[in-house]
């Protein structure tokens, strides 16, 4: 069973920046999507950015120009970075990775806190 692991999540001040990483525990063959969800307690969970397996990029427009989705294909591996971070930035980030196939998978989440 794959597992995807997050980290880089924290503690961080508006206007700061932290970068998330997603590992997975072992190589995914055809993989056509990489993306970051977020969600705040109560609240349905949202696609925050996506990368296919060409490069294409998309991003929910709260954090275009701000946020930038990455990818080492050869190591499994998708990165968030994000800057001038806002206080609704806060959330649990969750990596997502869907296969060609169909199928998915989910990390467990790491928090985004942004204080004011």
């Known amino acids: 069973q794959v597992q995807l692991v997050e980290s880089g999540g924290g503690l961080v001040q508006a206007g700061g920046s932290l970068r998330l990483s997603c590992a997975a525990s072992?190589?995914?063959?055809?993989?056509?999507?990489m993306d970051w969800y977020r969600q705040i307690p109560g609240k349905q969970r949202e696609l925050v950015a996506a990368?296919?397996?060409?490069?294409?990029?998309n991003y929910v427009d709260s954090v275009k120009g701000r946020f930038t989705i990455s990818r080492d294909n050869a190591r499994n591996t998708v990165y968030l970075q994000m800057m001038s971070l806002k206080p609704e930035d806060t959330a649990v980030y969750y990596c997502?990775?869907?296969?060609?196939?169909?199928?998915?998978?989910w990390g467990k989440g790491t928090l985004v806190t942004v204080s004011s």
């Open positions: 997502h990775v869907v296969r060609y196939t169909g199928m998915d998978y």
């Open positions: 990368i296919t397996s060409d490069g294409t990029t």
């Open positions: 072992r190589t995914i063959g055809s993989i056509y999507v």
